[in-house]
């Protein structure tokens, strides 16, 4: 595909329950970006990574969220035991290299009841 | 921690009106990024600004960055329709992989 693409697009999820959210990059960028936006708020970052490492995972808001990226391409945003504060979109983004631009996903769009 | 201040947090406005977008920080910023965003939609990028002083012009929108590289602003003349969204900016700085920090964002309303 052209762009980033996030699966699923909507997820709702029991409170308590683990959710796994995927993010295809565009094909051959090394750098991928994992956000968070609120609703009514502007995305707040979580993780990046260039290829397979994983080189700043500051903006995770608790040891409940984990990201990887085991091949240097797609990459998996897992959040386990779900809590409502959980409930926003999780945005992708990738770029072809540091400081470049960074093209956006649709999102996932988390419920948690 | 860097932050971004932004607004108005929202806007409604007549077709053809003229509005300005504000975003500023205490925060000196490597540059500075305008984006839009359509609902169920990420963020596309409108222009990045670099060098202090820096204006931009994309159609209908001119885009400035501060002398010190602090603060922002996005002019839109004569508003339409089409303009409707969620603008946001988005500095970044102190990172060598281009993490954003992104500001609360304006919701635009035009009305026809």
């Known amino acids: 595909g052209a762009g980033v693409s996030q699966s699923p697009r909507y997820k709702v999820a029991k409170r308590g329950q683990d959710v796994a959210l995927r993010c295809d990059p565009i094909?051959?960028?090394?750098?991928l970006f994992w956000y968070q936006q609120a609703l009514g708020q502007g995305p707040e970052f979580l993780t990046y990574?260039?290829?397979?490492?994983?080189?700043?995972k500051s903006g995770l808001p608790s040891d409940r969220f984990f990201a990887e990226r085991p091949e240097g391409s797609v990459s998996t945003l897992k959040i386990q035991r779900t809590q409502q504060e959980d409930s926003a979109v999780y945005l992708c983004?990738?770029?072809?290299?540091?400081?470049?631009?960074?093209?956006f996903g649709p999102g996932t769009r988390l419920t948690v009841l | 921690t860097q932050l971004l201040e932004q607004s108005p947090q929202f806007l409604s406005i007549q077709e053809g009106e003229n509005l300005t977008v504000y975003c500023n920080s205490s925060?000196?910023?490597?540059?500075l990024q305008w984006y839009r965003q359509e609902p169920g939609e990420g963020p596309v990028l409108l222009v990045t600004?670099?060098?202090?002083?820096e204006v931009k012009k994309l159609k209908r929108l001119t885009f400035q960055f501060g002398d010190a590289r602090k603060d922002s602003s996005l002019h839109i003349t004569a508003a339409q329709p089409g303009d409707t969204g969620l603008y946001l900016c988005?500095?970044?700085?102190?990172?060598?992989?281009?993490?954003?920090?992104f500001g609360q964002g304006t919701i635009l309303t035009v009305h026809p």
């Open positions: 983004a990738s770029s072809s290299g540091a400081l470049d631009t960074q093209y």
């Open positions: 600004v670099v060098t202090g002083g």
């Open positions: 988005a500095g970044e700085g102190g990172t060598s992989y281009g993490k954003l920090t």
């Open positions: 990574f260039q290829n397979e490492a994983q080189l700043d």
């Open positions: 925060s000196v910023f490597s540059s």
């Open positions: 094909s051959g960028h090394v750098s």
